[in-house]
């Protein structure tokens, strides 16, 4: 007999006897082959296969079940010893499959046309709810081919879905999963594909490989599997697919009790991983309030979630501010409750500082659009409160507008509590305008460009809608700013060129932020604070963004333009789930709110405006800055915020109070970090600030864009007062910055009541940004009939913010 020949002898179920086991081999030597192309009735039994690599195979197998944590019995590993030690092949064979066929639940049978069926098999159909369960399924190979085992279910398709293009209305405009059918869809497959074993198959006439099976829900669930090796395996009439009742176990609720510094209950941040590193709850099945595109998730004091049993790792915190804890627990087949006992590093609100995240949204960009257009305010609500962030202000946009404005009420979202505020507003983006920047709209009271009744209706620029904002008591500025900002960066020999963002090449270096402000030109073609350069000479623009965008694109251009006079202020953002979908307030602003008075949104708000604030990624923070006692934001002499008047040069006392945290020591993963161009994200973080392999990072004193001093911070966690001396020789600005970590808004400091002039290059560089921003964006304002007439209002506009810098220019000393 040609031992090179795969041959299979097929019995029922019953084989595991043995004398079934001898009558197989009975068929084996009397030459019995079933036809090739028919599909198998009883369970396969392979006698003829290369010993070698079967038992070199079914070793790998054993170690990846072990890996998977899905070992043998030790019953069962010495059977596979055993069997490897037989010296007949044939034999050999068949003690491995008395071992494993036991444990298989489906055998898959290729036939020599590559045709695919399926039986079957014996173990227990046995699942775990929120679990996975390892099965072995058996592959009788008689064509030899190499490729990999799809499985798939109709009961695996997913249970939610993103629509395409601008989805305004993704569930009127398209076909998407349908809430009716998410009960259907309650398993996930994965065909375990990584080492020690192979992603496809070996080509042997028998090997084995695991399946492992989710289950969203308890009880008895009927699942539909489908298996195939590649398009048009599938055999006739449907052999491939395999109906299969589970009984799914329920597995045991974990209650949280999670208490704050305080004692009182609170809101916190779980990951929790089981010994493989798998999530749970598994991610592709979740649905709101639990983000399918995160690792953790928020569970309240008393709420809980639904583990098997096994051992995981809980990872457990509260934003930035917090310390996390790990903790390894063991969960059986009863019910747990686990305590955490959170800890702050720092506490800026109980300062007065007040964190906030002006940027996020509940739709579009990672959420999905089915089975509900973007995800509830309630759902939002739990992850401000999981990320301790007092303010969040979610911003409807493009991406399910029509659905997603129903919740914009013009004030403070009911589900607020005290220390913990949620408003709904809007973000520009996915507008006629968007070309030209994208806009956060803050506090607004009407969320409807007036005569507007569909997105497409609002103007193309954003001058009238900042405007229109401002009018009715708004606080309005630019998103993710640096986009569009853009600097070209230094060749190796000198040379400049752009650096498109997205595909850096390696072993250049980032601009460095002594280059701040840079003289270089943008070309203004994207969607961050672009036409900024013209609004802000229309006194039409509070803040623009920082934190979510490469720091030096997006302090370049504020820099230039508070050296030219203008008080525009910064905010921070994460713009929630577009360019940072980790977690909400990953960018922050911190605004201090008055002794005595509440925390209210009008309040923090206004401390926006008023630049009564510090921009940072949590890790970094400047509490207090004052120059000559007069505090960032607070009213000077005159009642204008965060001016202090001098009546002649003079030197001025600079003091805050400064802490950052980092780790005693680099890792490797934060050495990554450090090794990143300025432009790769993450874009503002404190390791970047790192002084070599110290735990210090660097404090500066910023006069007109320039460090003219600077002191090492200890970034241990402690809070410490840091103070500065320095000359003020004319009317400058003045700020505290740890780069790119965190950064204070300006106190302007008037000399001899003379407007900030601080660099006739700085105002040289505006004028000229004016014209390229136009050539950039003004085929795309007023290009349609229904925007007639926008691009001669801003031609007019943009010719009003030349003369304005023009005179900037006369007015300001050669540098």
């Known amino acids: ?53 079967l038992v ?68 227990k159909k046995e699942l775990y709810e929120q679990g996975w369960r390892a099965f072995l399924v058996k592959v009788v190979n008689e064509a030899g081919i190499t490729p990999e085992l799809v499985v798939s279910s109709p009961n695996a398709a997913p249970v939610y879905q993103r629509g395409r293009g601008a989805r305004q209305r993704p569930r009127t405009e398209q076909k998407l999963v349908a809430p009716e059918q998410i009960p259907e869809r309650f398993l996930d497959l994965e065909v375990y594909k990584r080492q020690p074993l192979k992603p496809r198959l070996s080509g042997l006439a028998l090997e084995y490989r695991i399946l492992q099976i989710y289950c969203r829900d308890a009880g008895k669930r009927e699942a539909k599997l489908v298996f195939h090796v590649g398009q048009g395996t599938q055999d006739l009439g449907f052999r491939n697919e395999l109906p299969i009742l589970f009984d799914s176990r329920p597995s045991s609720p974990v209650t949280f009790r ?33 983000f399918f595109f995160h690792q953790q998730i928020y569970r309240a004091d008393g709420e809980s979630v639904r583990l098997p049993p096994g051992r995981y790792t809980i990872r457990v915190t509260r934003g930035p501010e917090y310390v996390p804890i790990e903790r390894q627990v063991e969960i059986g087949d009863h019910p747990v409750e686990l305590a955490f ?94 070309h030209a920047g994208h806009l956060c709209l803050l506090n607004l009271k009407e969320d409807d460009y007036p005569g507007t ?61 002594d280059r701040l402000p840079d003289y270089a030109m943008p070309r203004f073609d994207g969607i961050g604070a672009n036409e ?37 202020r910064i905010s921070g953002e994460t713009d929630f789930p577009c360019i940072y979908g980790d977690r909400v307030g990953l960018g922050r602003v911190y605004v201090k709110i008055p002794p005595g008075e509440p925390l209210t949104y009008e309040n923090w708000i206004a401390g926006v405006r008023d630049g009564r604030s510090y921009c940072s990624e949590g890790f970094a923070h400047i509490l207090d800055f004052t120059v000559n006692e007069l505090e960032v934001g607070a009213p000077g002499a005159n009642g204008e915020p965060s001016e202090l008047r001098l009546d002649g040069p003079t030197d001025v006392t600079v ?35 790192r002084i070599g392999d110290s735990r210090r990072v660097p404090l500066e004193l910023i006069v007109n864009g320039r460090p003219v001093a600077r002191k090492e911070v200890l970034a241990d966690g402690q809070t410490r007062p840091v103070r500065f001396t320095t000359r003020i020789e004319r009317s400058s600005w003045v700020a505290l910055r740890i780069l790119p970590a965190a950064h204070t808004n300006p106190i302007f400091v008037i000399v001899d009541g003379k407007p900030i002039r601080a660099s006739r290059r700085s105002a040289e560089w505006c004028r000229r940004a004016v014209d390229v921003c136009w050539e950039s964006k003004h085929r795309n304002i007023g290009k349609d009939e229904l925007h007639r007439g926008e691009r001669e209002q801003a031609a007019r506009a943009y010719e009003f913010a030349r003369k304005v810098y023009d005179r900037i220019i006369a007015e300001s000393p050669v540098d």
């Open 56 to 123: 070199a195979a079914t070793r790998r197998l054993v170690e990846a079940l072990d890996y998977i944590g899905a070992p043998l019995s030790e019953k069962q590993r010495g059977a596979l010893e055993a069997a490897y030690r037989t010296e007949d092949p044939i034999r050999c064979a068949r003690a491995i499959q008395e071992v494993l066929d036991p444990l298989c639940l489906v055998a898959v049978s290729i036939n020599p046309e590559s045709r695919v069926s399926v039986l079957e098999g014996p173990v």
């Open 532 to 568: 900024y350069i013209v609004t802000v000479t229309h006194d039409a623009v509070d803040f623009i963004s920082a934190v979510d965008t490469p720091a030096i694109w997006e302090l370049n251009i504020w820099y230039h333009t508070l050296n030219c006079g203008f008080r525009t």
């Open 341 to 434: 006992q959170l800890q702050r590093w720092i506490h800026p609100a109980a300062r007065g500082w007040y964190s906030g995240d002006h940027h996020v949204h509940a739709a579009g960009c990672s959420h999905y659009d089915s089975p509900t257009e973007g995800v509830s305010p309630a759902d939002m609500m739990r992850h401000i409160l999981g990320e301790d962030l007092n303010v969040g202000c979610v911003l409807s946009w493009g991406p399910c507008w029509y659905y997603q404005k129903q919740f914009f009420e013009g004030k403070t979202s009911a589900l607020s509590r005290p220390g913990y505020l949620m408003r709904y507003d809007v973000e520009v983006s996915g507008f006629p305008s968007s």
């Open 655 to 689: 003091r805050c109070d400064v802490a950052a945290l980092l780790a005693e020591h680099p890792t490797p993963q934060t050495e990554a970090i450090r090794r990143r161009r300025l432009d790769q994200k993450p874009y503002w973080h404190i390791e970047r600030c």
């Open 258 to 290: 999670i208490r704050d510094v305080d004692g009182k209950p609170t809101v916190a941040s779980f990951i929790i991983r089981d010994r493989v590193g798998r999530v749970y709850p598994h991610p592709g099945r979740r649905l709101a309030p639990d």
């Open 1 to 53: 007999m040609n031992a090179s020949l795969p041959i299979r002898v097929t019995v029922r179920r019953a084989f595991l006897g043995h004398g079934l086991l001898a009558a197989a081999a009975a068929f084996v030597l009397a030459g019995f082959i079933p036809p090739a192309s028919a599909a198998p009735k009883t369970w396969p039994i392979v006698s003829e296969v290369e010993k070698q690599p």
């Open 453 to 513: 009744t569909v997105i497409e209706e609002w103007p193309s620029w954003t001058l009238p809608i900042l405007q229109w904002g401002k009018q009715q008591g708004a606080v309005v500025g630019y998103s993710h700013s640096g986009w569009g900002l853009a600097l070209p960066d230094y060749m190796p020999d000198g040379r400049r060129r752009f650096v498109n963002y997205r595909n850096i090449p390696e072993g250049w270096n980032g601009r460095a932020a």
